[in-house]
């Protein structure tokens, strides 16, 4: 168990959100606030909108109503790589990897809002191109050390083993040295060791890197265990917000899960 | 000044000025697009039950029309080259199940895309092979199409009877069709395919049946064009860039709905002939090949899924 | 048992970047530059010069460019004969406004007209992907064959209608125009294939390469990690036409000599994109491997029957061409949608452990 969170200050703060796909409400008026350097999960049954959640995060989704401040700062619409450039990173339910690119390239392309040198230096391959495609190597590979995965460094991602994907994925992310780390079901589809290494991975890049970081998981041991506190989605709807202790008593909760709710 | 004139008011005032020849530009424009909106037709069917970009589409036109033209030139009588070569547009969607589709299944789209531009340049090197290079006439007497024509107006207006023949002939077949598809059972089996390839398979349509009926009623489809079209001009390859014209057809309809390839066609016919008419001597003319292309491109701006297409939602 | 990697350890990140890790590989480059610039202007004779060689060069750089659209940044385009046209139009019109300026320099100039309008015809491309693309890419093809051919101003109103390239000498030795010799126009290509070649190769490897394959495999997720999608695409159009107008020009100014735009039609385009496939997309070195292939099929059609002793008249050639050429990009999509670069480096792999089998 990390231990109680000693940071109050807010990194994003979530308020009034509503969005709706031509009527079908997906998301209605969610509040919540995220504080800096913790680990904060959004929890709930299949099709409760968690996903739908992070895509109005970094943008991928424009809500109907209500509006995020990031840092500090308002926003109402705003484009995907906006938000990256703000410091938002993100790792998908259904690996999002570029499948014919190596692992190096596809954790280096997440160094890409890092490199600055112009065409002209690119096509010559020297100079400021040079200097900063190493320099930006070194990160990579200090990230490739840190997710243990030397030895698939020059294979295509597309052959990988799922398990692998996640973390070449999740190292894509960390290559982008985001202030928050969305985390779309990390663990799906994962055996136990997997599992382990991936939490260990979720709970040193919070310490190491005091990165705050939003996950969405399934599996309940998993999250009462990784997140210090969460909110519970259900239907779109936003129907606890808490620590671990609090949720696990939360009545409401309980129903959702067990479909009491909703038995009509 | 002047030239914003005679952009934009000058040829308004011809087309009022001269109704019946506005009328006339309108009816050519209307039958290019009748062939147009059957090119598309055969185009959407294939993408509909398959998911295959059909860029063979308008040369199949040719290959159709050119195979039994090709046959009469060698002494067969019309009424027989005309099952020989329904048998041929036959045989041609069997080999392009049996030995490209079934091979390239799960394949990215634009694989399947690029394979049917293979399959083009394969189609035009074996007609012309066949039946050779040059230019050949319809044998639209043989087929016992009328070609008279009928005027209005103290001749003003005129309409060539293989126009006004190809017009109904294109609506029976769309009708046919019609019924074909909503009634039957290999009609109903193929709109299963259309709306998920899983789904279909999973009870019991089979895949490579249904393709190779789609393009069949493709290849019967681009007979129908090929005829029409050859007895407008003549029959050789040349005619395949003007099918391509079916590409921008598409782009306006929606490449998933048939009423959208129709009304797409004449949309895009009546819509270059008025702009070759009016507007392309103010360029140089000659316009019409790419004028398709071009309202295709700036409607794409403002309606990227057609006219009849369905928005798509992203997700991640 | 020559071809080992063993041995040959990295100690920085700079060694490890190289263009060839491997130390054969760079010899074998080198030696193959080297001989295509010195030994064969010596030995080749004419026809294989102006035939094979030339043409399969000017080819290359045109599939160079719609592999790095295509092939990396996954746009697909049917409208390269269009860009190359531009590229020929604008260095006939720049010659003829500028007549004293090196030619070289001209050509290289063109491409930049042909990038320009590259950029504007890769607009939609924010908006429509795929099948789309390609059709709107159809109407740069088609209009810019129209504007050619009909507005007099490009071909400065000549009476034919087609253009005439004019002699130019760089160095007192001319590279253009009627008297220019096979073996010079053969050396001004190749230099100008090969330097743009190794910039493609750079520009790959690099920020914009990973950028344009990201948009490529995934696009939405490219977004996410701050890969703007409109300027990393327009940045292909842009590079890919600016590649596809200088080989437009070399095509006129080093290869026919005169040209109507009818050279440029859609044919061109398509040859092009079946050298992209043939070779390998997404494979510099396929660009070359799918260039001499359509190259070589035609020639050999024509030549095999006459070895054999079998008549064969200029037409069949062109019908057989057409055939065997449709029938192996359906080949090569079903057995090796990699294409000739990936047949090649799995025989390099085999190469690297022989005599062993793994």
Not at chain 1, 212 to 234: A, G, K, Y
Not at chain 2, 25 to 31: A, S, T
Not at chain 3, 62 to 82: D, H, K, P
Not at chain 3, 92 to 97: A, D, E, R, V
């Amino acid at each position: 168990m990390p231990a109680q969170n000693n940071y109050p200050e807010i990194i994003l703060s979530v308020d009034q959100i509503n969005l709706s796909f031509g009527g079908v409400k997906a998301l209605e008026d969610i509040n919540f606030d995220i504080r800096k350097k913790e680990i904060f999960a959004i929890i709930g049954p299949n099709g409760a909108g968690k996903t739908s959640m992070l895509n109005v995060i970094n943008g991928f989704y424009h809500p109907q109503h209500g509006e995020i401040r990031f840092k500090g700062l308002h926003r109402k619409q705003m484009r995907p790589h906006e938000a990256a450039v703000q410091g938002i990173a993100r790792t998908f339910q259904n690996v999002a990897l570029f499948k014919g690119m190596t692992t190096l390239n596809n954790i280096m392309s997440g160094r890409n809002l890092k490199m600055k040198s112009n065409i002209f230096w690119q096509a010559l391959y020297y100079g400021p191109a040079r200097k900063e495609e190493m320099e930006n190597r070194e990160v990579v590979e200090y990230i490739i050390d840190f997710l243990e995965i030397q030895s698939i460094r020059r294979t295509p991602v597309g052959k990988l083993p799922y398990g692998l994907q996640k973390r070449v994925e999740l190292g894509r992310a960390l290559a982008m040295e985001p202030d928050l780390l969305l985390l779309d079901e990390p663990m799906a589809g994962m055996n136990i060791e997997e599992k382990q290494d991936m939490c260990r991975f979720i709970l040193d890049i919070n310490e190491q890197f005091g990165t705050t970081i939003v996950l969405i998981e399934h599996d309940m041991s998993v999250v009462m265990d990784l997140s210090e506190r969460m909110i519970v989605l259900d239907y779109g709807r936003k129907i606890a917000e808490g620590n671990p202790d609090e949720i696990r008593s939360n009545q409401k909760v309980i129903d959702a899960y067990l479909g009491v709710a909703h038995s009509n | 000044m002047e030239i914003l004139t005679q952009i934009f008011i000058q040829p308004f005032f011809d087309m009022i000025g001269d109704p019946i020849l506005f009328l006339q530009v309108i009816w050519e424009g209307f039958v290019t697009g009748i062939l147009y909106s059957l090119i598309a037709f055969g185009f959407v069917l294939i993408f509909k039950a398959s998911g295959v970009f059909n860029f063979a589409q308008g040369i199949m036109v040719v290959f159709a029309a050119l195979t039994l033209v090709g046959l009469h030139e060698n002494g067969v009588p019309a009424y027989v080259a005309l099952p020989i070569t329904i048998f041929v547009m036959y045989a041609l969607a069997f080999s392009v199940e049996k030995f490209v589709l079934r091979s390239l299944v799960n394949q990215p789209d634009i694989i399947l895309f690029m394979a049917t531009i293979g399959i083009t340049y394969f189609l035009i090197g074996l007609g012309e092979s066949i039946f050779g290079g040059e230019p050949k006439v319809m044998i639209t007497e043989e087929l016992l199409l009328p070609y008279g024509s009928i005027t209005f107006f103290d001749d003003m207006l005129i309409l060539q009877e293989i126009d006004i023949a190809a017009s109904i002939i294109a609506a029976i077949s769309l009708i046919i069709l019609g019924l074909f598809m909503g009634k039957t059972r290999i009609g109903i089996a193929l709109r299963a395919v259309a709306d998920d390839h899983q789904a279909a398979l999973s009870v019991g349509v089979s895949l490579n049946t249904i393709w190779v009926v789609v393009w069949f009623i493709s290849g019967i489809i681009a007979l129908i064009t090929g005829i029409m079209w050859g007895a407008k001009s003549d029959v050789s390859f040349a005619l395949s860039i003007i099918a391509l014209k079916a590409l921008p057809v598409l782009i306006l309809g929606g490449f998933t709905s048939i009423p959208g390839a129709i009304v797409g066609g004449l949309i895009i016919g009546v819509g270059e002939k008025i702009g070759e008419f009016y507007w392309g001597h103010l360029v140089g003319g000659s316009i019409e090949g790419w004028l398709a292309y071009m309202i295709a491109l700036v409607f794409l701006f403002f309606r990227p899924q057609g006219l009849f297409g369905e928005k798509i939602i992203e997700r991640v | 048992m020559f071809y080992r990697e063993a041995g040959q350890f990295k100690t920085t990140y700079i060694a490890d970047q190289e263009l060839f890790p491997v130390k054969q590989d760079r010899w074998g480059l080198l030696i193959i530059i080297g001989f295509s610039f010195v030994v064969i202007p010596v030995v080749a004779n004419d026809y294989w010069l102006q035939a094979i060689l030339i043409p399969f060069l000017i080819f290359s750089l045109a599939a160079l460019g719609l592999n790095l659209l295509t092939g990396y940044a996954g746009q697909l385009s049917l409208g390269t004969g269009g860009f190359m046209a531009v590229g020929a139009y604008s260095c006939y019109k720049l010659i003829t406004i500028f007549p004293n300026t090196n030619v070289i320099v001209l050509i290289l100039l063109s491409g930049f007209v042909a990038a320009g309008f590259g950029l504007i015809f890769g607009i939609p491309s924010l908006r429509i992907k795929g099948f789309y693309l390609a059709v709107a890419t159809l109407a740069a093809q088609f209009f810019f064959e129209w504007l050619f051919a009909r507005v007099g101003w490009f071909y400065n109103y000549n009476d034919s209608g087609a253009i005439e390239v004019p002699v130019r000498k760089v160095f007192d030795i001319a590279v253009t125009g009627p008297i220019a010799t096979t073996e010079a126009r053969y050396i001004v290509v190749l230099s100008i294939v090969t330097t743009l070649a190794l910039i493609a190769t750079n520009i790959v490897r690099g920020r914009i390469g990973r950028a344009w394959m990201a948009i490529r495999d995934m696009d939405i997720a490219a977004e996410l990690i701050g890969i703007r999608p409109l300027y990393t695409k327009l940045i292909a159009f842009g590079i890919s036409s600016y590649y596809a107008g200088v080989a437009g020009a070399l095509y006129v100014f080093t290869y026919l000599g005169a040209a109507e735009v009818e050279v440029f039609d859609i044919n061109i385009s398509f040859e092009i994109l079946f050298m992209v496939i043939i070779g390998g997309l997404g494979s510099i070195s396929g660009a070359f491997f799918g260039s001499a292939f359509i190259v070589l099929i035609p020639i050999l059609i024509t030549n095999l029957p006459l070895i054999l002793g079998i008549p064969i008249n200029a037409a069949t050639v062109e019908h057989f061409n057409f055939m065997i050429v449709g029938a192996l990009i359906v080949l090569f999509l079903i057995f090796e949608p990699h294409g000739l670069a990936k047949i090649w480096s799995i025989m390099r792999e085999k190469l690297r452990v022989w005599p062993f089998p793994y």
